[in-house]
Each structure stands twice: as structure tokens, then as C-alpha cells.
């Protein structure tokens, strides 16, 4: 399969795409010529990996249905094996947690006064991706338009930080802030990565030591739960939509591929809310 190994993607998705490829797709297909890779064997792998999450599982049946196109288009092989195979994982779905909007507004107020606590403020409001949190810099904020713009990210690999380097097209983007965030960066405001210096931004790793010991802490002190980076953007988006805000702004502002991603995520009735809406 060493085709697999020649496609050039760009590097936030090359990243994700690699890891699978070499842990779970070279190992299982081996030095197997693409010309003798049936439908079946497709299936089976995709059997195979069905301990795998949904969405990892479409990730990889694109990842394969690209490469076996390639390989037509190339006349590799005479038709791609990958068409019309299906999956289902048979891992159980983790429901996402979230912040209440008091709850984000008293972890808000707890990171603004204690040390290592400015990405959690950072993502809490603004729903930006760990990888986009790591690659804003303080000239991605504007101060005068109360805006945030959305430009690059790091990827646990990343050696050198570029512009464009985003999940998606649609990732790049403007995010409106309030006044309180930006009087808060005002003060603070500086040169550089917002969550790095002035010339090296935060790799992955050392933001992971960091925001887990100031969570760990935060949440120890505040009795609320301890949420990952993807649950504090989570947050945001929960927060907007029980404010009201549409479905098509919360999917611009949080950067989704698709709108569909954004309802499915944040369309949903909670004991809470329907309690409200009932007036009970």
C-alpha cells in the first residue's frame, strides 16, 4: 500500500491521517498489492476495526476510499473496492458534559486569577479547538473590532507554525468577543503566541501537563467537573444555544464542515430545558 504512503494532504488533517494509516492500516494490509484487495477484504477490515468510535470508522473508510480513487485514477487498479462497504462500531458513545453557563462563568472567573488558567478562559470564549487555541497569536485579535481571527493551528508534530494550517476551510474564521474578554487580553496583551512567547508557540504536550494540573485544581476547588479542551468548546456551544442563538451562526462561529454537525451536536432536549419551556 505504499501509495498511502505518497498522498500529500495538508498538515492539520496529514497528522490524523498518518497516525491512522501506520497503526492500524499498513499493519492489517501488509505488503498486499492494491490490484488484490477485494471488496471483501475492505469489509473485514472495517469488521475488524469495529472497536473503533463512528467517526473514526468513517475516517478511515475515507482515508481508504481516497487512496483506492487515486489508485483507479492511476491505473492501479480497475475499480475502487471501497464503494458500498458500511460500518457500525461497537464501542459504546460517550456522551459529551458540559459546563452550565453559571458553571462557565465561575471556571471563567477562577482562570483569570490564577496561573495557567488563560486557555481554559481562552476556549470557554471563544470554542476554539486545542490545536487553534495553541496557534493564536496576539496579532489574531483585534482589539478594536472585539473580533478573533482564526488562522492556524498546531498539530502534535508540528514543527513550525503556518498560516492555513486549519482542520477545515470552514475552520478559518472571525469569532466576535465580548467586552469582558477584551479588557481581560487588554491587560494581559503581549507579543507572539497567546499561549507560547514571543518567538516559540506551546507544543501539545506541554500544554496537556499544564491544563491538566490547573483543571485538576480548579475543579477540586470549585466543585464542578473536570472537562477535556473538546468539552470546554463544547461549552461555548452549549451556552449559545440555550441563549437562543441559531444553529447556522453557532456552526460559523465554531468553524463546523457542515451544518449538519452543529445540529446534531446542540439540537437536543435536556430535562432542564424542556423543564423551562414548560414553565414547570
Not at 33 to 53: C, G, K, P
Not at 139 to 161: H, L, W
Not at 172 to 179: E, G
Request: proline residues 2%; charged residues 20%.
Amino acid at each position: 500500500m505504499k501509495l498511502i504512503r505518497s498522498q500529500k494532504l495538508n498538515h492539520t488533517y496529514n497528522c490524523t491521517y498518518r497516525i491512522n494509516v501506520e497503526k492500524y492500516m499498513i499493519p492489517y494490509f501488509g505488503q498486499a498489492r492494491m490490484v488484490d484487495i477485494t471488496q471483501a477484504n475492505i469489509q473485514e477490515y472495517l469488521n475488524t476495526h469495529s472497536f473503533l468510535a463512528q467517526s473514526n470508522l468513517k475516517r478511515h473508510q475515507s482515508i481508504l476510499h481516497s487512496v483506492f480513487e487515486q489508485a483507479v485514477l492511476n491505473d492501479i487498479c480497475y475499480k475502487n473496492p471501497v464503494c458500498d462497504v458500511s460500518y457500525k462500531s461497537t464501542k459504546p458513545a460517550i456522551e459529551k458534559i458540559a459546563y452550565t453557563e453559571e458553571q462557565s462563568k465561575q471556571a471563567q472567573g477562577y482562570a483569570k486569577f490564577h496561573s495557567g488558567g488563560l486557555a481554559v478562559y481562552l476556549i470557554l470564549n471563544t470554542g476554539l479547538r486545542r490545536s487553534e487555541a495553541l496557534g493564536l497569536m496576539w496579532g489574531d485579535i483585534d482589539f478594536n473590532k472585539k473580533a478573533i481571527m482564526v488562522k492556524r493551528s498546531i498539530t502534535p508534530d508540528t514543527i513550525q507554525a503556518q498560516d492555513g494550517e486549519l482542520k477545515s476551510k470552514t475552520s478559518r474564521r472571525i469569532i466576535p468577543v465580548s467586552d469582558e474578554f477584551i479588557q481581560y487580553m487588554s491587560k494581559i496583551k503581549k507579543t507572539g503566541f497567546v499561549l507560547g512567547g514571543e518567538n516559540n508557540f506551546c507544543t501539545i504536550d506541554s500544554f496537556d501537563w499544564h491544563y491538566k494540573k490547573f483543571m485538576t485544581e480548579m475543579s477540586h476547588i470549585l466543585k464542578i467537573p473536570y472537562l477535556t479542551p473538546h468539552e470546554l468548546r463544547h461549552t461555548f456551544g452549549s451556552v449559545l444555544y440555550e441563549r437562543g442563538v441559531d444553529i447556522y451562526t453557532i456552526s460559523k462561529v465554531m468553524g463546523h464542515a457542515d451544518i449538519s454537525i452543529t445540529a446534531k451536536v446542540y439540537v437536543h432536549s435536556t430535562a432542564e430545558s424542556l423543564r423551562k419551556g414548560l414553565k414547570l
